[in-house]
């Protein structure tokens, strides 16, 4: 059993499209995030969900509107794709309150996306 | 502004031998460092982590080593193998910070050749 599943886990589009990924987790975790995988190989955060509440909000265009419907899933819709929005995206989730020595997120395997 | 730092963009080491793979930091907020492998298309996994109070952690033939006073840690892999070849991600968390967030270097690509 996948525990952070992610699809699709290709995506091309055109430009000016509204496009979806979809995340879903069943670890049991009570918080899930978005991460970006950009060109230059960061992994930066984009948000963050605790028990379906925003808790995290980085800098990232509102074209880009993430939708928790439960706990164990984390949708990101993006507007109006741009050529710059090409990434991978990772899904991760964690027990914010976990031990911290034991402490890590479980990503999923990554969406490519690219924007044509 | 990067918080975490690995300048080293890939490694290659013999069968065998020690890997040692480095990052450096600036943020002082951070108390827990974490490193992650990932493979391929699929997503990073986790490897092992070290408090920001102390200065070594050791996981079989993986120890994370912190010189708080440098902002700098390190990875050792004894013996290293094949299989070991993967990028590897250095993290760190700012518990304090944004609830859990972890702040990702851009990786060293480590490649183990038999």
């Known amino acids: 059993d996948t525990a952070v599943s992610q699809t699709p886990k290709y995506l091309v589009t055109q430009m000016g499209n509204d496009k979806s990924i979809k995340c879903e987790q069943n670890?049991?975790?009570?918080?899930m995030y978005w991460y970006k995988q950009d060109s230059k190989k960061f992994l930066k955060i984009m948000f963050s969900?605790?028990?379906?509440?925003?808790?995290i909000n980085e800098t990232v265009p509102n074209r880009f509107s993430p939708k928790s419907p439960d706990k164990a899933h984390l949708n990101l819709h993006i507007n109006s794709l741009e050529l710059g929005d090409s990434a991978v995206y990772f899904c991760?989730?964690?027990?914010?309150?976990?031990?911290?020595?034991?402490?890590?997120?479980?990503f999923g395997s990554g969406t490519r996306l690219t924007v044509v | 502004d990067q918080q975490v730092k690995q300048n080293s963009p890939s490694l290659s080491v013999q069968e065998g031998r020690i890997s040692i793979l480095n990052c450096d930091y600036t943020?002082?907020?951070?108390?827990?460092f974490l490193w992650y492998k990932k493979y391929p298309a699929e997503g990073p996994t986790f490897l092992i982590s070290i408090s920001s109070i102390k200065d070594k952690n050791e996981d079989g033939r993986f120890t994370v080593f912190l010189n708080k006073s440098a902002k700098h840690l390190s990875l050792h892999i004894v013996p290293s193998q094949p299989g070991d070849s993967a990028v590897y991600f250095c993290a760190g968390r700012n518990y304090g910070g944004s609830q859990g967030n972890l702040i990702f270097g851009k990786g060293t690509k480590l490649s183990v050749k038999p």
């Open positions: 670890l049991g975790h009570d918080t």
């Open positions: 969900y605790n028990n379906k509440e925003l808790i």
């Open positions: 943020n002082s907020m951070f108390d827990y």
């Open positions: 991760a989730s964690s027990h914010l309150q976990d031990r911290v020595d034991n402490y890590g997120y479980t």
